[in-house]
Every structure is written in C-alpha cells, then in structure tokens.
C-alpha cells in the first residue's frame, strides 16, 4: 500500500543545476521516493535530447540511490510544426520511450513549441499537435509505456484552458494521460481548482510548484497557488496518484535550494498526512 507521504516526490529539475548523480543523492536525503527524471534540453542536461545514452545506467544510479522513476519528462521539438516530420519525431522519441520503458516510467510531453504564435493558423496547429501525440502514443505502446501530456504550459502554444480543451477534444483518454502543473495554469491567470475538476479523472499526475500570472517559477508560499484547496480537490474527486515537486524556482539562491526543497516537500506531505 503506497503511504500519503509516499506520494510525494521530487522531480530532478528542482535541482537542474546540478550534475544528476548529486540530484539524485539529494532527493533521496528529503525522504521522497520517486522522481521525474529531466530530460528537458533548455532547463537540465540530466537525460541529454537526442538520447543516445545507456538506459541501464539510469536504471542503475536511480535504484542505487534507493528511488524509482515515475515519469522521464522529455521535449520531443515542436509538435504543431508542419515541417516536423513522422520519421524525425520518432528518430528524438524512440530512445527517450526505451528509457521509460527501462525504467519502468511514463514519458511526459509537452503540447506545441514554445511560442503563443501559430505556425500556420489555430486549428491547423491544434490539428497537427494532435497528430504528433498520435504518433507519440503509439510508439509509447509499443513499449508499454504511458504517455502523459503537459497539456496546458504557460510558455508553450498550448497555454489556455480553452486551447487545452479543445486539444483534448482531439484526443481519446485512451491515448494519453494529462500532466497536470498547476504553476502553468496560475501563471496563464486561469482557474486550477475549476480545471483540475473539469478535468477529472484525466489527470493521471501532478506537478506543483507556486506562481502568479505571468510568473511560473516561485517556491511555495511566494505565489497565489492554495496548495490545501488544490490537493482537497484532487484527492475529493479520487486522485490516486503521485505529486511531484518541480522547483524550478528562480526566487530561492542555490545555496538555499536544499533547505527549500525539504520544506516544501513536508508542506505537501502534511496536506496528505496532517499528523506528520
């Protein structure tokens, strides 16, 4: 049986930059289990994209850290460009899915390049997205692997919940899960609690870390998310899974860093457990 604490974990981009051997022994000092691994080429170096990497090492340094991997959270290039073509995304997405597969994870991606602009226009964008999460799905399979989608993400095409809906619209829950960030539905000055209960059981995992509209990078406390209201309405509606701290937080020093991240991490536990 998975603990409430348990269900809290850390994702290695909260120590981005740091090399991941060092993360890893980091995380796993905050008492947390599992992980995200990042594999983000603008953010951490930890996975490097393209992958051409040796999935048994990962699998080997996370277990010998005494944790497991959840999710490797990948950008696979630019989803809604017409010029990406079928056998260049599953040149980047085939590697990265046996990593997963390796490891026993889902594959997280996120929706569209990061630009609010449209390549050619909205609904031949929405459609070629769609597309590509196809494509991706399905190489994901192949692999018993689960695909999660950062559906909505402030920086991205894909930054409103009417876009996000009108993304998953396009797509059968069959395909993949939804990666839920509240700090990318707060940064893009929409409702979580309202989302997060539209969205219902589509949401498969959480990411959290605090921000306000226009600002996506705050450690807890310094934003206008409410952490409570949030995990209540998760878990009143059954979400069974795990949270995971993504503290890419640009208002705490690196030397800091480690204080913070244990902090927040009991914060949240607490929401599970009130007796901790």
Do not use: K
Not at 185 to 198: G, N, Q, R
Not at 235 to 256: K, P, R, S
Not at 258 to 265: A, F, L
Request: hydrophobic fraction near 45%.
């Amino acid at each position: 049986m998975t603990t409430p604490t348990a269900r809290v974990g850390l994702s290695t981009i909260s120590f981005r930059h740091r090399p991941l051997a060092e993360a890893l022994r980091l995380i796993a000092e905050t008492g947390a289990r599992e992980i995200d691994l990042g594999a983000i080429p603008d953010v951490t170096d930890h996975v490097p994209v393209p992958f051409d990497g040796e999935p048994a090492d990962y699998v080997r340094a996370i277990e010998a850290a005494g944790l497991r991997a959840g999710a490797v959270n990948t950008d696979p290039g630019d989803l809604n460009d017409p010029e990406l073509s079928a056998q260049s995304l599953t040149a980047v997405i085939e590697p990265l899915v046996r990593l997963a597969a390796a490891l026993g994870a889902a594959l997280i991606v996120p929706a569209g390049r990061a630009d609010h602009a449209p390549v050619l226009d909205h609904e031949t964008d929405l459609d070629r997205i769609a597309e590509n999460l196809g494509l991706i799905s399905r190489l994901c399979a192949t692999h018993q692997v689960r695909l999660l989608v950062e559906v909505l993400h402030h920086r991205r095409y894909v930054h409103t919940v009417a876009d996000a809906d009108a993304l998953l619209a396009r797509c059968a829950p069959e395909q993949f899960g939804v990666l839920f960030d509240v700090s990318h539905v707060v940064a893009s000055a929409e409702d979580p609690l309202a989302w997060a209960h539209h969205l219902g059981d589509r949401i498969e995992r959480v990411h959290l870390r605090d921000a306000v509209p226009g600002d996506l990078n705050l450690s807890l406390g310094a934003g206008d998310v409410d952490f409570p209201a949030l995990v209540g309405t998760l878990e009143d509606q059954g979400f069974t899974g795990t949270y995971i701290l993504e503290l890419e937080t640009h208002d705490v020093a690196e030397e800091d860093r480690e204080q913070d991240v244990r902090r927040s991490r009991i914060e949240i536990a607490e929401l599970l457990e009130p007796t901790l």
